[in-house]
């Protein structure tokens, strides 16, 4: 895990060796104060002489000067390193959660993976600053102050220190471990928090609407009682770790004073020395209490980090070894003995089992029937947003698992009833449809999903904010959109899966007849509740729990007078 982290330095490695040799530098212009200090005490001012003690103060004013320029350095440009990785780091989530499939996303909060993004990264950002620099900052303070204490002062003195400090380190060690469970459990509930208000906010107007409001106070409530119980937990073994490293500082000064005092009492050091021995105890305390300081940090970091790590180790979609190169495909689709569950922790729900059908290349085939038939999921599979358990799904002749991804998705159009707007303007969002097409492209695309006038009559026009998921639009507008998409993406295969069923009467019929253009020459599959809006299909596929148990055109089935024609009728009715 160590490694992973210093290799987001690699990048940045002139700008962290910048940081680093000022922090050293700055280490070593903290060590002269002592030094000087014992210099003036047991000479310069006992024998006056008065021009090497203005020398070596106005030495120490311009190490001071050095010292202030260096530690802007350290400030600004060590922030930036930080900053620098952060970004690193969430471009790799970000691109690493554009390739995980479906399943990741049915099984986790968006507001949970948002915190990792946000809070946890930036948690990491201030670790890739402040860990490395103050870490090397305090090591060399302490090991300069020992040496300087060994050469200097009393080699004796500095070994009664030393005695202390592994002391010191193992109580850290210890209560730093309670530290990071506790921090941990503090990450997933601020995750926890964050997809609840990230929950309710999105879904705010159906809260108001069903005047549930309260529940939804009720719910964070519990989820923020949560997140300040695991919080206040952490602050426990914080406030246990800090308590005791300021005892062991406490101890270290009395210890200095009560070894010092006796050595200057028995002869054995001077003023001078006692003086020094005291400034460099004090010193090496400063370090050590940074580094007690920065163990916060590099709880909430690393805890960070591992929760980074945890997404980022989930295996992205995979891909073919040897992937078949195609192009623009015709069409030809065939799902032959396909069986498909969805899982979770416990148990799974197998939806489809041993499923064949054949769509030829351009052709309509509908799919009807009562909910949890597995119409919908069958759509899924096709662009491989799930992986299918046995058998197998072929377009033209290909198994659509020996295709990239991205040359399958290419030659997929979806519409669905649930239209997803991206927050932006209309022309963004039809320009989706093929990224970097032109004007006259997309107002073509417009005008055949008959919404070119309506956005003509908009003051700004194709530039019109839509809101976010397009809370700007009415719902005919909104799909209107997702078929304009569709006809800018232009693909050989259509899939419409119930893309008018939330409309009225008269929005779906003008929606229809731009749903029957964009049909036109595509192989196409339909998804469809209301049956009037698929009597010219090629065939319609009725489906339930068990499988396919009718099959034919729309008047063969109401001649048959079976599963489908109660459904017409009870549509009718």
Not at 49 to 63: N, Q, T
Not at 246 to 271: E, K
Not at 549 to 566: A, M, N, P, S
Request: hydrophobic share 45%; proline share 3%; net charge neutral.
């Amino acid at each position: 895990m160590i490694r992973r982290f210093i290799s987001y330095y690699k990048p940045h490695k002139k700008l962290f060796f910048l940081d680093l040799v000022c922090s050293f530098t700055i280490a070593l212009c903290n060590l002269f104060y002592p030094f000087v200090t014992k210099q003036v005490i047991n000479d310069y001012a006992p024998n006056k002489v008065l021009d090497l003690m203005l020398i070596w103060c106005a030495a120490l004013l311009g190490i001071y000067i050095v010292k202030a320029i260096l530690s802007y350095i350290v400030q600004y440009w060590g922030h930036v390193l930080g900053v620098r990785i952060q970004g690193d780091m969430r471009e790799d989530f970000f691109r690493h959660i554009e390739t995980l499939p479906f399943t990741f996303f049915d099984d986790n909060k968006t507001g949970a993976v948002m915190s990792r993004i946000t809070n946890d990264l930036f948690d990491v950002s201030e670790l890739a600053h402040h860990g490395p620099e103050d870490t090397f900052t305090s090591v060399i303070t302490v090991i300069g102050s020992v040496i300087l204490l060994c050469l200097t002062v009393n080699p004796w003195l500095a070994l009664i220190i030393l005695v202390i400090i592994p002391f010191m380190l193992l109580f850290a060690i210890k209560a730093r471990q309670n530290m990071r469970i506790a921090f941990k459990k503090s990450r997933e509930g601020m995750a926890e928090v964050n997809a609840e208000v990230e929950s309710s906010i999105s879904g705010i107007r159906v809260a108001k609407a069903y005047n549930a409001s309260q529940n939804e106070i009720d719910k964070f409530h519990k989820s923020n009682m949560e997140y300040m119980k695991a919080r206040s937990s952490s602050y426990k073994a914080m406030g246990v770790f800090f308590s005791g490293m300021g005892f062991f500082n406490d101890f270290l000064y009395l210890v200095a004073i009560t070894a010092g005092g006796l050595f200057f009492y028995y002869d054995l050091i001077d003023v001078g020395e006692l003086a020094a021995y005291i400034l460099y105890t004090t010193m090496m305390i400063n370090p050590i209490r940074t580094l007690v300081n920065i163990f916060e940090q590099i709880q909430n970091g690393m805890t960070g980090f591992v929760r980074f790590a945890e997404i980022m180790d989930i295996p992205g979609e995979e891909e073919s070894a040897n992937p078949v190169p195609v192009g623009e495909l015709k069409g030809d689709i065939k799902y032959e003995s396909v069986t498909f569950s969805y899982k979770n922790k416990d148990n799974k729900n197998t939806v489809i089992k041993d499923f064949s059908l054949n769509v030829p290349a351009g052709k309509t085939v509908a799919l009807v029937g009562p909910s949890g038939g597995g119409k919908t999921t069958l759509c899924h599979l096709l662009p491989r947003f799930y992986e299918i358990e046995g058998g197998r799904i072929t377009i033209d002749g290909v198994d659509i698992r020996d295709m990239r991804r991205s040359d399958l998705r290419r030659n997929v159009g979806i519409v669905a009833q649930d239209v997803f707007l991206f927050g932006g303007s209309i022309r963004d969002n039809i320009e989706y449809g093929k990224p970097g097409a032109t004007d006259a492209e997309i107002i073509e695309a417009a005008k055949k999903a008959n919404i070119h006038e309506f956005i003509s009559s908009l003051p700004d026009g194709y530039d019109t904010y839509v809101g976010e998921r397009g809370v700007k639009l009415s719902g005919g507008q909104k799909q209107r959109i997702s078929i304009a998409r569709a006809f800018l993406k232009n693909p050989p295969i259509l899939v419409l899966d119930e893309a008018t069923s939330a409309l009225d009467n008269i929005t779906e019929l003008q929606i229809q007849n731009s749903l029957n253009t964009l049909s036109k020459g595509r192989t196409t599959l339909v998804v469809a509740h209301r049956l009037s809006t698929i009597k010219n299909a090629d065939e319609i596929i009725v489906l339930d729990k068990d499988g396919i148990i009718e099959r034919g055109t729309h008047d063969q089935l109401v001649e048959l007078k079976g599963e489908y024609f109660k459904l017409s009728g009870a549509v009718a009715n």
